[in-house]
């Protein structure tokens, strides 16, 4: 069974500060997307790998991955397409879908925001959807505690509490998530709903979704300080 990675990389990563849409912004001198192909690239599973770029920068987005491919522009042995992203990441992932050549069964979803994840943590997923699960999402225990709000109805107001989920129950879910195409290419079709991951549309269509344990270095890089630790993980990296 064939195995495809679509990697998200529309976002304007405006949490991030002012810059470069976030998946084009430096890590160790290399852009973060670059990190995120070569961390899908580097699984044995994986032999396409489909970016979704800003809408308006698909063809910046092949220029800049020719330009860190292996000498002969080569991925090693997966082959990388670029298409066009959307305005929310859901459409971005929906795109990317659409461009997926018949004949890759399996389907990684995962976040350029996420340049760090371990070969390890791709490879448990794509091994739990070739067991049979529809779904399945890298995931680990919380260290804070979760409050659930009502929402200020001025903004800065405080804002009561109104429930607080059994901590050890919770889970942070990152990416890759793994699914069967057929599964989630119908949960794309079907679920319009606002949605944050992929995992959850699968849970909307009623199916079981599945989890793996994730791994700490597979964080997303969405505020300032992520950046201060991802290139702390790095440089650890290449001691
Ligand atoms: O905004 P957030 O950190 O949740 O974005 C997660 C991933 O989705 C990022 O890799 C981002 O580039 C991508 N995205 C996208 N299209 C959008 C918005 C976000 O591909 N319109």
């Known amino acids: 069974v064939r195995t495809a990675a679509v990697i998200p990389a529309a976002g304007r990563g405006v949490r991030l500060g002012p810059g470069a849409p976030k998946a084009l912004r430096a890590l160790g001198g290399t852009p973060m997307l670059v990190h995120a192909v070569r961390a899908m690239a580097e699984s044995r ?28 522009g080569s991925w090693g042995n997966t082959d990388v397409l670029v298409v066009p992203g959307g305005e929310s ?57 979760v409050k659930q709000v009502e929402p200020a109805a001025t903004p800065g107001e ?13 889970r942070a879910v990152q990416t890759p998530q793994g699914f069967d195409r057929a599964t989630l290419v119908r949960a794309h079709a079907t679920v319009t709903d606002d949605v944050t991951d992929d995992a959850s549309m699968v849970e909307q269509l009623g199916l079981t979704v599945v989890t793996v344990p994730g791994h ?24």
């Open 89 to 145: 990441r859901q459409e971005s992932v929906k795109l990317g879908l659409d461009a997926l050549p018949e004949g890759y069964d399996i389907v990684l979803v995962h976040d350029a925001a996420r340049p760090l994840v371990p070969v390890d943590t791709v490879d448990a997923v794509v091994e739990a959807v070739r067991d049979g699960a529809p779904a399945v999402v890298p995931a680990l225990p919380l260290a804070d505690t």
């Open 45 to 72: 599973a994986v032999s396409l790998v489909v970016v979704v770029a800003p809408p308006d920068g698909a063809g910046e987005v092949k220029s800049l991955l020719d330009t860190h491919a292996l000498p002969g």
């Open 216 to 239: 700490e270095e597979a964080f997303k890089v969405t505020r300032p300080l992520d950046l201060v630790l991802a290139e702390a993980v790095l440089a650890r990296r290449r001691l």
């Open 158 to 170: 405080p804002e009561p509490v109104v429930a607080t989920p059994d901590r050890s129950r919770l």
